[in-house]
Nanobody, 124 residues
């Protein structure tokens, strides 16, 4: 069993940075891949980035490549999403998910556990 808690969301101006954290509990967290997704009201959850348990493999949505960086610290049971050059259209609730297969995947259906989400608002 893995429990995830996102934090770090808030209000930021367009072009600014924000770092999200996904803290996990559970002894086997370090064996899971973790992905970040985002969702606007009335829309499907959208893939943002994912990372394997070792951090050796990452995957990004084309829309965030070069601006977002996913990383993890297994000693702290935490995965981070550094977001730079944020755009107003990226205002969403951001979620992290854990995938027991340890593959970096874009489909939310592949993830076994989810956090409650953290709101990111980018003002223009």
């Amino acid at each position: 069993q893995v429990q995830l808690v996102e934090s770090g969301g808030g209000l930021v101006q367009a072009g600014g940075p924000l770092r999200l954290s996904c803290a996990a509990s559970g002894r086997t967290f370090s064996s899971y891949a973790v992905g970040w997704f985002r969702q606007a009201p009335g829309k499907e959850r959208e893939f943002v980035a994912a990372i394997t348990w070792s951090g050796g493999s990452t995957l990004y949505a084309d829309s965030v490549k070069g601006r977002f960086t996913i990383s993890r610290d297994n000693a702290k049971n935490t995965v981070y999403l550094q977001m730079n050059s944020l755009k107003p259209e990226e205002t969403d609730v951001y979620y992290c998910g854990a995938d027991a297969t340890n593959w970096v995947r874009k489909s939310e259906r592949e993830y076994d556990y989810w956090g409650q989400g953290t709101q990111v608002t980018v003002s223009s």
